[in-house]
Structure formats: structure tokens, C-alpha cells
């Protein structure tokens, strides 16, 4: 009887331990439930709410709006997800007295929420970057200016960064006077070692600043022989597609001290030719010159703002020589080829209805000259020869 008793007292007493246990910790049981269900109801009422949200603003055509919304889903069910485990740790640290992980909790929150909205951040400025240009286009009739729109992409980055870097640093008790100060002399020994790093730097901000070319344009280096269309513009290196389809990698710093030639931005094609004449033909030269000349100040195809000369320039090796000098009304390169093909054979016809000819490369060879030698000398001695 007495072992039955103190088998009884025995399973009360550990069910009076398990109850006491049960309420003590009840609270942190029902912190972290209510901290995952906020992390899992919250996370799905924010997802329907931002698709919500996406199909209102693409109903009323603010596809950037939408685009938006859209990339800053994922920052925010990561912020929630982030401050329902901030309550869980919180939950579980009290409990067990876990000093040293309480006083961590508030920083590594701190941190964690500057780093969600330093990525929400970048998202939202690529997806700007990216759309921006479609919406000015249909809003405004009118793209933007793509170099424009990367450097205020590339500046915005830039200031994210440095501005949540800062704040970060605060955060985690870094003092920034002393950071600066110690920035400053190791800038000075940095900027020694990466001199062409700076340079190509300054270069850029010059290259975004000047604007002397843009994406899409082609440019000439003529001291570096190098020519292309500019694919992209970086912070270190301009990258250029060449008429062979080869890239070219630019350092920046070059755009600082070398000649840069756009020629997209002429404001029309020179023509510069010479039409050669024969010397038989001089007697028709100065009516060949004349109508040749009216010929060009009346082409509609010609750009006379730019001016035009024609004129007889000088007495070639083996040809009289007109000086053909004016302007394609085009900038399209394939255009201004199209018209001086036009216009030189124009000329040409002018040449031959006046009855001359176009001159080559001749030889004058006169057979009644007197020879600087005696022929029949040099036979006979020819002929005497083997007989000696």
C-alpha cells in the first residue's frame, strides 16, 4: 500500500512540475507563435496587398508606378520576416537570461532594417533606370537622354550606398570623426597607389558632365587610331563596338587630354573631290569649269549655307585638276556617299558633252627624238665582237 502511495505522490509531483513549467514559459510559447503568425500573415496580406496595388496602377496605365511596387516586394516580406525573428530571439533571450544576446538584439535589428532599405533602395532606382525612358516616351512624345538617365542611376547608387554606409556605421558605435580622420591620411597613400584609378574616375565624371559623346553615338581617337560606337559608358573604362565588331576597352582618363571626334554631330558631309582632265582638253577647260560650277550651286542635294567652291586648282603630273569642295545636306554617312556618287557622275557628263575626256596615268613616248647614243655604232662593235 505504501508503494502505491509513493507512485502516486511521485506521478503528482512531476505533473505539478510539468504544469508549473508549462505556465511559466507559457508566455514565451505564445510570444513566438504570435511572432510567426505575424511573420506568416503579414508577409501574405502585404504580397496580396502590393498585387493589389501592381493591378490598380497597370488598370490605369502607371506601368512605373507598378514596376515599383513590384520590386519593393521582396524588401518588405524580408523586413517582416526579419522583425518576426527579431521577436522570436527577443522571446527566447529572456527566458534563458542570455545578457550579451539581448544587448546584440537591437543593434542587429538597426542594422538588418538599414541593409532592407539600402536593397530596397537599388532596386527601386534599377527599376527606374530601366522603365523611366519607356514612360517619358509615352508621356512626353520624347526619350530622355540615355546618358543622362545612367548618370543619375549611377549617382543615385553612389548616395545609397554612402548615406546607409554612414548610418551603418553609427549603428554599430563606429565613431565617423575618427574614420574621416583616418580616410584622410590613408586616402593620401591610397591616392599615390591608384593614381590611374582617380584619373579614370574624374574622366568619367568628366565624360557625364561635358557630354562630348553618348551611348549610341560613334566616335574617333585619332591619336589612339581608335574608332567605334560607344556601347557603354563605366566608371572606370568606356567600352566601344568597332565597324569590325571589336571591342575596344577606353580608360576614362584618356578623354581627359586626347582629341575626341563625334562625327554624329556634323552638321553635314564635306565632299572634297578632283576631277582630272587631259591636257588635250585645255582649250574647253574654262567652260567645262563654269558649268561645273553652276552645276553644284544649284544641286538640291548639296547644303550651300556651308558654301561650295569649284575651281580649276593646278597642273597635275598627268591631268588638268578641278577642285570639287561642298557639303552633303545629310549627316547619315550611307546618304552623303549616295550623293557624291550622284554628283560626280554629274560632273563627269558634264566633261564628256563638251566634247574632253577624263585623264589617266599616260607616257609620252616620241619615236622621231634623236637618241643620246649612236644605234648603229653600238651594232656593228656588237657584231665585230665575237670575231676577236
Known amino acids: 500500500m ?8 511521485k506521478t503528482a509531483s512531476v505533473g505539478g512540475q510539468t504544469a508549473s513549467c508549462w505556465q511559466e514559459h507559457l508566455s ?37 508606378r507598378a514596376g515599383i511596387f513590384e520590386v519593393l516586394a521582396r524588401p518588405i516580406i524580408a523586413a517582416v520576416w526579419g522583425l518576426a525573428i527579431y521577436f522570436i530571439a527577443l522571446s527566447l533571450a529572456e527566458p534563458l537570461n542570455l545578457a550579451g544576446l539581448l544587448r546584440i538584439l537591437p543593434i542587429g535589428l538597426k542594422a538588418y532594417i538599414l541593409l532592407v532599405i539600402a536593397w530596397a533602395g537599388l532596386r ?15 508621356r512626353r512624345g520624347q526619350a530622355p537622354d540615355a546618358m543622362l538617365v545612367d548618370t543619375l542611376g549611377k549617382i543615385t547608387r553612389i548616395l545609397i ?21 583616418f580616410g584622410g591620411v590613408a586616402g593620401i597613400a591610397v591616392g599615390f597607389a591608384a593614381q590611374g584609378v582617380t584619373a579614370n574616375l574624374f574622366g568619367a565624371l568628366v565624360v557625364y558632365l561635358d557630354q562630348p559623346f553618348k551611348v549610341g553615338e560613334w566616335i574617333v ?32 582618363q584618356v578623354f581627359n587630354s586626347s582629341v575626341v571626334q563625334t562625327p554624329p554631330r556634323m552638321q553635314a558631309r564635306r565632299i572634297n573631290e578632283t576631277i582630272s582632265i587631259r591636257y588635250a582638253d585645255f582649250d ?8 561645273c560650277r553652276k552645276h553644284v550651286e544649284n544641286h538640291p542635294d548639296i547644303e550651300h549655307a556651308q558654301g561650295e567652291m569649284v575651281y580649276f586648282s593646278k597642273y597635275g603630273n598627268h591631268a588638268l585638276e578641278i577642285m ?57 662593235e656588237a657584231q665585230a665582237s665575237p670575231a676577236k
Open 28 to 64: 514565451t510559447i505564445i510570444a513566438i507563435g504570435a511572432a510567426v503568425a505575424v511573420g506568416v500573415f503579414g508577409s501574405a496580406i502585404l504580397r496580396w496587398v502590393i498585387r493589389v496595388l501592381v493591378r490598380w496602377s497597370e488598370r490605369h496605365n502607371r506601368h512605373l
Open 161 to 181: 550606398v554612402t548615406i546607409i554606409g554612414l548610418m551603418m556605421l553609427r549603428v554599430l558605435n563606429f565613431s565617423i570623426t575618427s574614420l574621416l580622420a
Open 284 to 291: 574647253k577647260l574654262p567652260a567645262i569649269v563654269e558649268e
Open 221 to 252: 581617337l585619332p591619336a589612339q587610331n581608335v574608332f567605334g560606337t560607344v556601347e557603354h559608358i563605366g566608371w572606370r573604362t568606356t567600352m566601344l563596338r568597332g565597324f569590325d565588331t571589336r571591342p575596344y576597352y577606353v580608360p576614362n
Open 2 to 9: 505504501n508503494d502505491v502511495n509513493n507512485v502516486v505522490n
Open 324 to 380: 570639287v569642295y561642298c557639303f552633303a545636306r545629310t549627316m547619315v554617312w550611307k546618304d552623303s556617299l549616295a550623293i557624291q556618287e550622284k554628283l560626280l557622275i554629274e560632273l563627269g557628263e558634264i566633261v564628256r558633252r563638251h566634247g574632253a575626256q577624263l585623264a589617266l596615268p599616260v607616257t609620252e613616248v616620241d619615236l622621231n627624238a634623236r637618241l643620246p647614243f649612236d644605234l648603229d655604232k653600238m651594232r656593228e
Open 124 to 138: 527601386v532606382t534599377a527599376k527606374v533606370e530601366r522603365a523611366y525612358p519607356e514612360y517619358a516616351r509615352m
